[in-house]
């Protein structure tokens, strides 16, 4: 279980989280949508551990993540944000491969064994192709998938991924999401997304965020409402269903 207890954190000029809490149970897709400003990029970024919270925990199955070493915490958390910007040279195997890293020691290198997984997983992904390609010279989709293949290959219990879909066209944001559900079978997977409906549809739960409180947890079919939209958003979404899935499904005019 994933669980935050009164997190504090706040900006020089701006608290983002008074007094944040909510847990994770041991795996599902977990999507958190809110508006521009709610605190969703920050809370993954603190549970990873590039921000350091001014006050609170984040556990772990009981272990406080705050203080782990980063190589220890990256056996545990892995992170794909919303871009990377490399200023070195470095292949597209290379960066997915690096994933690898917290489970080496500083002389070792990477294994054959390494080396056949990473072209396995970026042959899943469809970018296999692009593997001796220098990775600063991909486009943002092709970044975006050996984002995703290193931390898959980095293989934690916990991935946290913010609007990993923005840069991906309609069809590789489905494969995403199945691979993604899949992967949520065993582990505690947090999507950051703008995109609700594909929110709503996939994730096991939804965690509406505003100005750094949890306005609703739970199974998007139960907690979904008209009322908690406009709270969340403050504009007037008309809420429909799936006629396929029975999902909750949103309707814009």
Same mark, same amino acid.
């Given at each position: 279980? $994933?669980?935050?207890?009164?997190?504090?954190?706040?900006?020089?000029?701006?608290?983002?989280?008074?007094?944040?809490?909510?847990?994770?149970?041991?795996?599902?897709? @977990?999507?958190?949508?809110?508006?521009?400003?709610?605190?969703?990029?920050?809370?993954?970024?603190?549970?990873?551990?590039?921000?350091?919270?001014?006050?609170?925990?984040?556990?772990?199955?009981?272990?406080?993540?705050?203080?782990?070493?980063?190589?220890?915490? +990256?056996?545990?958390?892995? @992170?794909?944000?919303?871009?990377?910007? $490399?200023?070195?040279? $470095?292949?597209?195997?290379?960066?997915?491969?690096?994933?690898?890293?917290?489970?080496?020691?500083?002389?070792?290198?990477?294994?054959? /064994?390494?080396?056949?997984?990473?072209?396995?997983?970026?042959?899943?992904?469809?970018?296999?192709?692009?593997?001796?390609?220098?990775?600063?010279?991909?486009? +943002?989709?092709?970044?975006?998938?050996?984002?995703?293949?290193?931390? $898959?290959?980095?293989?934690?219990?916990?991935?946290?991924?913010?609007?990993?879909? +923005?840069?991906?066209?309609?069809?590789?944001?489905?494969?995403?999401?199945?691979?993604?559900?899949?992967?949520?079978?065993?582990?505690?997977?947090?999507?950051?997304?703008?995109?609700?409906?594909? +929110?709503?549809?996939?994730?096991?739960?939804?965690? @509406?965020? /505003?100005?750094?409180?949890?306005?609703?947890?739970?199974?998007?079919?139960?907690?979904?409402?008209?009322?908690?939209?406009?709270?969340?958003?403050?504009?007037?979404?008309?809420?429909?269903?799936?006629?396929?899935?029975?999902?909750?499904?949103?309707? @814009?005019?």
């Amino acid at each position: 279980m $994933l669980e935050i207890k009164g997190l504090e954190f706040g900006y020089k000029n701006k608290k983002i989280f008074f007094d944040l809490n909510f847990s994770l149970k041991s795996s599902g897709l @977990f999507c958190v949508a809110g508006p521009n400003g709610a605190g969703k990029s920050t809370l993954l970024k603190l549970i990873i551990g590039y921000l350091r919270p001014q006050k609170g925990q984040i556990l772990y199955n009981g272990k406080n993540l705050l203080w782990l070493s980063p190589a220890s915490r +990256a056996k545990i958390a892995s @992170f794909v944000p919303q871009k990377t910007n $490399l200023v070195f040279d $470095l292949s597209t195997c290379e960066f997915i491969l690096s994933g690898c890293n917290p489970y080496l020691l500083p002389t070792d290198g990477y294994s054959d /064994k390494d080396i056949e997984i990473c072209h396995n997983i970026a042959q899943k992904l469809g970018i296999e192709n692009l593997l001796q390609q220098d990775f600063c010279t991909l486009s +943002a989709g092709e970044a975006q998938k050996a984002q995703i293949a290193r931390v $898959l290959i980095q293989n934690t219990p916990v991935l946290l991924l913010d609007e990993t879909l +923005a840069h991906l066209d309609l069809k590789h944001q489905l494969e995403t999401l199945k691979l993604l559900k899949n992967l949520a079978k065993t582990k505690i997977v947090v999507l950051v997304s703008h995109n609700l409906n594909l +929110a709503l549809e996939y994730s096991n739960e939804i965690i @509406f965020l /505003k100005s750094g409180k949890i306005l609703r947890q739970g199974d998007p079919s139960q907690i979904t409402t008209e009322e908690l939209l406009l709270g969340a958003y403050d504009c007037k979404l008309t809420l429909d269903k799936n006629q396929y899935t029975g999902k909750p499904l949103l309707l @814009f005019h």
